[in-house]
C-alpha cells in the first residue's frame, strides 16, 4: 500500500516551485533590461495595452519553458 502524504514528494513540488518562480523573476528583469523603455512605467504609469499584452504572451511563454524544464 503507498503512502497517502509523502513529505519528500511535498518538498519537491515546493522547492520546484520556488526555484521555476525565481527563474521566471530573472527572466522578466533580463527581458526589461534589454527593451529601450521601461516595462514597468509603461505598464503601470501609461497604461500600455499593447504592450501588456506583449508581456502577458511573453510571461506565459517563459511559464511554459520553465515548466516544462522542470517537470
Known sequence: MTEFFNPQILFNSLA?????????????????????YDLWHELVEKKNQPLALVV??????IAIIVAAAIH
Open 16 to 36: 520546484y516551485s520556488i526555484i521555476g518562480v525565481a527563474v521566471f523573476w530573472i527572466s522578466f528583469l533580463v527581458i526589461d533590461k534589454f527593451t529601450p
Open 56 to 61: 502577458a504572451a511573453m510571461c506565459l511563454g
